[in-house]
T-cell receptor
């Protein structure tokens, strides 16, 4: 299994440009998440999805959009990039069973380092 | 609101010493997770603690959970340089809307 994959690894955007960060997982996980991590800081949840067709906002959703058309893919769209969106973006996935029981450790992708200038 | 706090935020220690990182959380939860992040890398899961009194050990790291005190500890025994990393705890809550909240992280530096 490849686990969680993210593309691209690095990207430089100009202010006002748009782009999509790709995330895919091959573990048949139903939950997927997007986080951003600013330098020296913790993780902030942007959006998450509990299954195909279902997404919800996290702590810092402004300036981003997501979609989840399949179990495997969870792309993150940045519209009108701003310098404040310079960060490292991590995608993660986990499996949530019936009755919300069990362990929900998250599996993380390698990250996308984004710079907006 | 679910909050997860770690202390200390920064820890510099000598090789061979013992130390404990603390993780406090603000809501009822029976599940707590510890992750490790090496500089410039992604996060990887270290421990999953699923019940009150749970204890897990891997090498020089031991994690425990006290759900009544809403406290988890990550104990480091005889630290070595390879343990230098940032350690995050996380808690999930199924009360109301599902939430998965990470702590602020503890940046550990082990000096040779």
């Amino acid at each position: 299994n490849a686990g969680v994959t993210q593309t691209p690894k690095f990207r430089i955007l100009k202010i006002g440009q748009s782009m999509t960060l790709q995330c895919a997982q091959d573990m048949n996980h139903n939950y997927m998440y997007w986080y951003r991590q600013d330098p020296g800081m913790g993780l902030k949840l942007i959006y998450y999805s509990v299954g195909a067709g279902i997404t919800d906002k996290g702590e810092v959703p402004n300036g981003y959009n997501v979609s989840r058309s399949t179990t495997e893919d969870f792309p993150l769209r940045l519209e009108l990039a701003a310098p404040s969106q310079t960060s490292v973006y991590f995608c993660a996935s986990s499996y949530m069973g019936a009755q919300l029981a069990g362990a929900h450790e998250q599996y993380f992708g390698p990250g996308t380092r984004l710079t907006v200038t | 609101e679910l909050k997860v706090e770690q202390n200390p935020l920064f820890l510099s220690m000598q090789e061979g010493k013992n130390y404990t990182i603390y993780c406090n959380y603000s809501t009822t939860s029976d599940r707590l997770y510890w992750y490790r992040q090496d500089p410039g890398k992604s996060l990887e899961s270290l421990f999953v603690l699923l019940s009150n009194g749970a204890v897990k050990q891997e090498g020089r790291l031991m994690a425990s959970l006290d759900t009544k005190a809403r406290l988890s500890t990550l104990h480091i025994t005889a630290a070595v340089h390879d343990l230098s990393a940032t350690y995050f705890c996380a808690v999930d809550s199924t009360s109301g809307t599902y939430k998965y909240i990470f702590g602020t992280g503890t940046r550990l530096k082990v000096l040779a």
